[in-house]
Every structure is written in structure tokens, then in C-alpha cells.
């Protein structure tokens, strides 16, 4: 996708706009409306043409009768639903004749139905001519099987029916309704010359499927189209494809400057080619058509790799990988089927479902490659397993071919080479389409935790939260905000940048509702693999446990905050009651005046305590009279430094903090140093705390003090707040005490 595109998620409805003006609501719902009728439209008219093919093969005449050769060459009845036939399975054909006396041979029921993968010019011929007879035959009332037992039985031809198609014949003519659907819908979706062009190729292929699917019939008959205009067909539709292959890998998924200038030469190249092969039949026909075939194949892959060094992409990179594993795997299947015939092997069956497997790989691969973002994970296994069965029908006549062992082993061979190839074939093929999950469960915890701690203090900041999660999890090369808000997760076309908006996590609103704005991630693990459906359901698990662990963080801190102002008002009506009857009972002056200190501190503890957050300005005033007020009972003197960058609330974690942590150092110069000066410095700067209390009192040797309780609980508030805290020696005399911690969050 070019730097200035807008992103989209590829639906019609949901289009991502930056530049363009919005279309109205009305004006929407009415491309939408045309859309969806257009496309039943379609899809009705390709099931009926579907459904005529299929009514077109039911009636062709057959007999229930499977046949099988031998490895002496020989041809076997196998099996038959016809009851007359039955008493001769497994005896060995020796003629099949009609009722007007002409004799077919016995190899003519198991050949090939179409000579497309016939290798020899002069086996063709025959087979053409072996073919028109035994149709001739089956056209007849009645056919004689001559066994060479000397067993003779009738057999009368019917038509097969719907029912006799067979599973097979049902499912590719379903994958071709399939194809169909899928050039309509990206057609209709995005109206362009790539899209335009890909119809054609689809519907090419689509028209290979429905001609392979009259290969597949079940028992002795024949596809509807003459030998001839079978080839004739499959020449122009192998041309239809090879040719639009080439020009939509030029249009998509960037548009190269050989598209202008190439096209016309590029069809004209293979319109020529095509007439040759039709009219001409030059020698080496077969030949020639898998040249065709696999120039289209090349000519891609040449395409793509220089759309790749142009535009690096991982889009064009997987379409790049999977052009050259479906060209690789035909031209394996080439050499195979011309290994096979060249050294006289007779596996017609092989090399028919090894051809018919393979245009169900290409088949697969077409009507995946526009859908790779939001393809599910079962299309995609479906292509590669395609794929590996096409390869296993290739290896199986090369084993037995080069290496002379039998079908059993050829087989097993080819099934293990296979299965080594399909496991390294859906890495490097799909790698660039793993889902989301780079982070461990616990570093995925962890980051949540870590956002919503940080939300509850600023949620003006849930962008930025965000980000930082999808950041850890996509690793993408670039990632932006966007003012623009979405209304939901979208992936672009091409994979290459997902959009996510950002939502109002404060308050307990839903994720998604009042978005503010949206996050721009492109080229997801450096640009190395595709955003896909399954990152987009990521992303949106995510949000949503993002905001649940909001919200449960707003629960918990609204239960402490209860449950600490249920304790304050506790000591202040119990404690402070007990202290204010003591101060007024108290015997000499000194110790009212202790508890009335007792009593001030006990105020500022429940004060503190019930409120929710501090004014930073606030606290350090509180703080400033609270040590002046205990200094001054000892004779000390307090020389106080505060500043900061900008005022801001204090959590009741740190204010509880920085004021246990300044008593407790206070209280161990008071009780421990001895000192007649006290300097505390106070500094905030970009919510960066640094905190210094020196004396001048008899403090030495900071490294071999015991940290007891009071230390400790020092160093443990400080962790707490996110900072470090170091004793010093102080030069003449004394000790200083520096905190540094960040009060950016709440950590705790």
C-alpha cells in the first residue's frame, strides 16, 4: 500500500477515509443495497451455468463399471453396480462390442477421458481415436463384455443421473462456483483494472475445474465434449490463466510502470500461442501447453520480484512465495508425468488425480491470495495440503519411474517425502501470515497490569497505553496517531497496517464507545509478516482485558479508598477521643503539649487517609510544618528547599509514602544524630522526585549500620514509589540521606 492510501479494511461498509469526503448515510446503505443485489444476481447466474454443466453430464450414456490395469498390462473389471456385470469382477476384459459388431479394445475403458496430459503426439491420436469409438459404443442399445475366460455378458448404457456424478465431480464443481463467487465479491467490492483482470483469471480457472470435473466420473463413460474440443478448451482456458496471472501481478499489489507499456504485448504474445496450438497442432503439443502454463508461472514470479525490490512488502513478498510454490509444483508434476510416459509406465490414475489435484491447488491459491488478511486458518491449510497432494502424485511416478520400485513403496516414499515438505511448507510459505502472540502470557500480564495502573492515574493517557502494548505485541516498523477516530478495529487490504482507535477506558466506558482518536500500526515484525483477522480478534481481546483490568483497578483503589476513610473516621472517633480526654487530664504542661502534638499528627494521618489525592504544593506545606514542629521541640533548626516544575495530585500511595519516609528520617536524626541542623530539599521535575535530608549531627560509617525496622521500612516505602534511596556520609560531619522516585504512576 503506497504511503498516501488511505487504510481500509476491505469491506464496502468500512472503509478507513482520511482525504475523501464522508458519503452520506443514505448514499452508503444504497451502494450497499446495489452491491448485495448484484451479487445474488451473479451468484444465481453462476449456479445456474453450474447446474447445466452438471444436467449436460448426467445424461451422457455409462455403464457402472470400474476397470483397473494390472502391472502385466492387462485389464481387470474391478467392480459394478450393474447386476449382470457382477458375476465378472475380477476376471480379465478381452474386448468390449457393440450391437453392430464394432469391437473396441480392452485398454480403451481405463484410458485417460482427456489427452491434456498425454506426452506423446502419436498416443494422442490413438487415444482420440479409441476414445470417438468406444463413445460410438456407449451411444448403442447394448454393449457385450468378452472376458478371456470365454465369458460373454450384456450390458445396456444409461444415463448416469445427477446421483452418478460422484462426490468428486460435486466438489469441484462447488470450488468452481466457489472461484466464481470470489471474483464477483472482489469485483463489486473494488472496481479497478487488478480487480478486473483477476475475474478473468478466476473465471479461466474456473472453467479448468468444471472440464476436470468430467475426468472424474465414476464408471465406464465419457465427458460430454469431444477429445478434441476438450483440448481445444483446455489450451484457451491454460492461456486465459497464464496470461491474466502475469498482468494482475503487475496491477496488484503495486501497479509497476511495465503494466503500460507490457500488457498489450503480453496478450498478444499469448493469443498468438494459443491459435498456434488450436489450429496448428504443431509437434510437441504437449509441450508447448506446458510451456504456456509454466511461462505464466515464471513471467509472475519475475513480476512480483520486481514489484518486491521496488516496494518492499510483505504482501508482495507472500504473493511471491506462493506464485513460485504453485509453479514449482506443476513443473515437478511435468517432469513426473513426462518421466512416467518416456519410460512406458502405464498410470493413467495417477497422473489424472495428480493433474486434477493440482488445478484444485491453483484453484485454492487464486481464491485465497485477495482474501489473505481476513482468510481464515482452515483456507489456508487447505491450499498447502492441496499443494503436498499434488507433490505426493508427482514423487509416487517419479519413484516408480527412475527408481522401478512398486506402487506400494513408490507410495509410501512419496507420503514421507511429502509430509518433511508440508511441515517446511507451511512456514515458508505462511510465516508472513502468523497470528498474533509474540509475548508470553506473563510479559502480556504484566503489561496490562502495567497500563491500567498507569490509566487510573491519567486516563488522557489510554493512547499512549495502548500503543505501548501493541507495540510490544505487533513490533511494527512504524506506528502513528491518528486524529481521525475509528469506530472499530480494520486491517488494510493488503495487510500492511492495521487501524486501532482508541478508546475512553476512564469511567467504565465500554471499549470502542467515544473513540479519541485511532493508532496506526504498518508492517507488523518489521515489515516481515501481514496484519491479519486473526491480529484484528487479538487486538480486540486485548482492548477489552485492558479495559476490564481498568476497571477492576478502579474497583480495588474505590475499595481501599473506602476502606481507608472507614479507618480514619475509626482512629478519629476512637483514638482521637481517647487522646482529647487524656490532653485534658493530662498532670504538667509537657505532656498535654505531647499529646497535643500526638493529636496533630493523628489529624494529619486521617486527613491523609481520606483523601482521595494531594495537591503536591499541599503536602509539602504539611510536611514543612509537621518537621519544624518535631525539630523544634529538640532545639533544631530546619532549613526547607521545595520546588517543582508544575503542581499536580499526589496518590494516597505516594503522599502515604514520601510522609512516612520523611518521619522516619526525621525521627532517626531526632532520636540517633544528635544534630542542631536539619536541610531537606525537595524537588519534582517532569513528576521526577529527588528528596535529600542532610544533619550535621554524629551519624558515621552509613555502609555497617543495621537496618532494622525503621531503615527498612524506609528502603520498602521508597521500592514502592518506584525509587532508590542511599545514606552518605556528609562532609564535615553528619549524614545525608538521598530519594529519587518517579511519581509519574501510581506503582503500587
Known amino acids: 500500500m503506497a504511503r498516501n492510501e488511505p487504510l481500509a479494511d476491505g469491506a464496502p461498509d468500512s472503509a478507513w477515509i482520511d482525504s475523501s469526503p464522508a458519503i452520506p448515510r443514505h448514499r452508503l446503505t444504497g451502494r450497499l443495497d446495489t452491491h448485495t443485489g448484484l451479487l445474488i444476481l451473479l451468484g444465481l447466474a453462476g449456479a445456474a451455468l453450474l447446474v447445466l454443466w452438471w444436467r449436460l453430464l448426467a445424461q451422457e450414456p455409462s455403464i457402472d463399471a470400474s476397470f483397473r490395469r494390472v502391472p502385466d498390462g492387462r485389464v481387470v473389471l474391478q467392480a459394478s453396480g450393474d447386476p449382470a456385470l457382477q458375476v465378472a469382477v475380477g476376471r480379465v476384459l478381452a474386448a468390449v462390442v457393440g450391437a453392430a459388431g464394432q469391437v473396441a479394445p480392452p485398454d480403451s475403458p481405463v484410458l485417460a477421458r482427456s489427452s491434456r496430459w498425454v506426452v506423446d503426439d502419436t498416443a494422442r491420436a490413438d487415444l482420440h481415436a479409441r476414445q470417438t469409438l468406444l463413445s460410438n459404443l456407449l451411444r448403442q442399445p447394448q454393449l457385450t463384455f468378452q472376458f478371456d475366460d470365454g465369458l460373454q455378458v450384456s450390458a445396456t448404457p444409461r444415463a448416469r443421473g445427477l446421483p452418478g456424478l460422484g ?289 487510573e492515574q491519567r486516563p488522557e493517557r489510554a493512547g499512549e497505553q495502548l500503543a505501548i502494548l501493541l507495540r510490544e505485541v505487533f513490533d511494527p516498523l512504524e506506528l502513528s496517531r491518528s486524529s481521525r477516530p475509528a469506530t472499530r478495529i480494520r486491517v488494510a487490504v493488503d495487510g500492511s497496517a492495521m487501524v486501532v482507535p482508541v478508546p475512553q477506558l476512564s469511567g467504565g466506558t465500554a471499549a470502542g464507545n467515544n473513540p479519541t482518536g485511532a493508532i496506526v500500526l504498518r508492517f507488523a515484525q518489521r515489515g516481515r509478516r501481514l496484519f491479519t483477522r486473526e491480529d484484528q480478534q487479538f487486538s480486540e481481546r486485548l482492548i477489552e482485558q485492558l479495559r476490564r483490568a481498568a476497571a477492576y483497578d478502579r474497583a480495588v483503589e474505590q475499595g481501599r479508598t473506602e476502606e481507608r476513610t472507614r479507618i480514619a473516621q475509626d482512629l478519629h472517633d476512637d483514638i482521637g477521643a481517647r487522646l482529647l480526654t487524656l490532653m485534658y487530664k493530662a498532670q504538667n504542661p509537657e505532656i498535654e503539649e505531647y499529646i497535643r502534638h500526638t493529636l496533630q499528627d493523628l489529624k494529619t494521618l486521617t486527613r491523609g487517609l481520606a483523601a482521595s489525592n494531594h495537591r503536591l504544593s499541599h503536602a509539602a506545606a504539611e510536611w514543612k510544618s509537621d518537621i519544624t514542629q518535631r525539630l523544634a521541640a529538640t532545639g533544631c533548626d530546619l532549613r526547607w528547599s521545595f520546588s517543582c516544575d508544575r503542581d499536580f495530585n499526589l496518590t494516597v500511595v505516594q503522599w502515604s509514602g514520601i510522609t512516612r519516609v520523611l518521619r522516619e528520617l526525621v525521627n532517626n536524626i531526632i532520636a540517633h544524630a544528635r544534630a542542631t541542623q536539619v536541610d531537606v530539599v525537595l524537588m519534582v521535575d517532569q513528576r521526577r522526585l529527588q528528596l535529600s535530608v542532610s544533619d550535621d549531627g554524629c551519624g558515621q560509617a552509613p555502609e555497617r549500620w543495621s537496618h532494622g525496622l525503621g531503615l527498612g521500612g524506609v528502603r520498602k516505602r521508597v521500592k514502592l514509589l518506584g525509587g532508590q534511596v542511599a545514606w552518605r556520609e556528609r562532609s564535615p560531619h553528619g549524614i545525608r540521606c538521598e530519594v529519587q522516585a518517579n511519581l509519574a504512576a501510581d506503582p503500587g
Open 167 to 455: 462426490a468428486v465431480a460435486w466438489l469441484m464443481g462447488a470450488l468452481a462456483l466457489a472461484l466464481y463467487g470470489a471474483a464477483a465479491v472482489v469485483l463489486l467490492d473494488r472496481p479497478s483494472a487488478s480487480t478486473a483482470v483477476y475475474a478473468v483469471l478466476v473465471l479461466g480457472q474456473a472453467f479448468n475445474l468444471l472440464l476436470t470435473s468430467g475426468e472424474t466420473l465414476p464408471g465406464l463413460g465419457l465427458p460430454p465434449l469431444p477429445l478434441r474440443t476438450d483440448l481445444v478448451a483446455r489450451i484457451l482456458a491454460d492461456a486465459v490463466v497464464a496470461g491474466a496471472l502475469v498482468q494482475v501481478m503487475m496491477l496488484y499489489p503495486h501497479r509497476l510502470p511495465l503494466a503500460a507499456r507490457g500488457s498489450l504485448p503480453l496478450w498478444l504474445g499469448v493469443g498468438l500461442l494459443a491459435l498456434l496450438l488450436t489450429m496448428a497442432s504443431p509437434p510437441g503439443l504437449w509441450w508447448w501447453m506446458q510451456g504456456l502454463t509454466l511461462g505464466g508461472g515464471l513471467g509472475a514470479v519475475m513480476v512480483l520480484r520486481q514489484a518486491q525490490q521496488r516496494h518492499a512488502n510483505p504482501l508482495t513478498a507472500l504473493l511471491l512465495r506462493l506464485t513460485a510454490a504453485g509453479t514449482g509444483t506443476l513443473a515437478l508434476l511435468t517432469l513426473a508425468v513426462a518421466w512416467a510416459q518416456w519410460a512406458g509406465l502405464h498410470q493413467p490414475v495417477v497422473a489424472a488425480v495428480g493433474s486434477a489435484v493440482w488445478q484444485v491447488f491453483l484453484a485454492s491459491l487464486l481464491m485465497l491470495a485477495p482474501f489473505l488478511t481476513r482468510s481464515r486458518k482452515v483456507a489456508r491449510e487447505f491450499a498447502v495440503l492441496a499443494g503436498t497432494c499434488t507433490v505426493v502424485c508427482s514423487l509416487d511416478l517419479l519413484f516408480i519411474a527412475v527408481l522401478g520400485v512398486g506402487q506400494a513403496a513408490a507410495i509410501t516414499l512419496a507420503l514421507a517425502l511429502s509430509l518433511m515438505l508440508y511441515l517446511g511448507a507451511r512456514h515458508w510459505a505462511l510465516a508472513q501470515l502468523a497470528g498474533a502472540g509474540g509475548l508470553s502470557a506473563e510479559r502480556m500480564f504484566e503489561g496490562l497490569y502495567r497500563a491500567a495502573r498507569a490509566l
